[in-house]
C-alpha cells in the first residue's frame, strides 16, 4: 500500500493559480487510481477530480471544470492538482487519495469511502 503526502497549499488572491502535489511512497503507484477531495469545517468531504492509473481517463466535479486539471507522473511517484482562476469559494483543505486500480473508466470513483489511501491534507486559501 502506497503512503501519500500533498504539498503546494497556502494563501492565493481571487483569480490566482496553486499547484498542489501528492508523493507517493511504494512501488505500486502505477496501479493506483488516484483522487483529490477537498473539505471545509461542518461539511463533508467533497469530490474535486480523479485520474486513472495510466492518466488517460479523468473526472471533475461540475464546479471546478476548465479551471483545475488533475495530471500525474508514473515516473516520479506524484499526482498533481493545477488550480486555476481560483474562487473563495474553493478554499478548503485538499486532499489527495488513492485506491489500486487498473480499470480505464473510473466515473464510479467519487465518493470517499471509495479510496483507501489518504493524505495528511493541504490547506488552500483563497482570498477575495
Known amino acids: 500500500q502506497v503512503q501519500l503526502v500533498e504539498s503546494g497549499g497556502g494563501l492565493v488572491q481571487a483569480g490566482g493559480s496553486l499547484r498542489l502535489s501528492c508523493a507517493a511512497s511504494?512501488?505500486?503507484?502505477?496501479?493506483?487510481?488516484m483522487g483529490w477531495f477537498r473539505q471545509v469545517p461542518g461539511k463533508e468531504r467533497e469530490f474535486v477530480a480523479n485520474?486513472?492509473?495510466?492518466?488517460?481517463?479523468?473526472n471533475y466535479a461540475d464546479s471546478v471544470k476548465g479551471r483545475l486539471t488533475i495530471s500525474r507522473d508514473n515516473a516520479k511517484n506524484t499526482v498533481y492538482l493545477q488550480m486555476n482562476s481560483l474562487k473563495p469559494e474553493d478554499t478548503a483543505v485538499y486532499y489527495c487519495?488513492?485506491?489500486?486500480?487498473?480499470?480505464?473508466?473510473?466515473?464510479?470513483?467519487?465518493?470517499?469511502?471509495?479510496?483507501?489511501?489518504w493524505g495528511q491534507g493541504t490547506q488552500v486559501t483563497v482570498s477575495s
Open positions: 487519495a488513492g485506491r489500486m486500480s487498473t480499470a480505464v473508466v473510473i466515473t464510479w470513483l467519487k465518493w470517499p469511502g471509495d479510496y483507501d489511501t
Open positions: 511504494g512501488r505500486t503507484f502505477s496501479s493506483y487510481a
Open positions: 485520474i486513472n492509473w495510466s492518466g488517460g481517463s479523468t
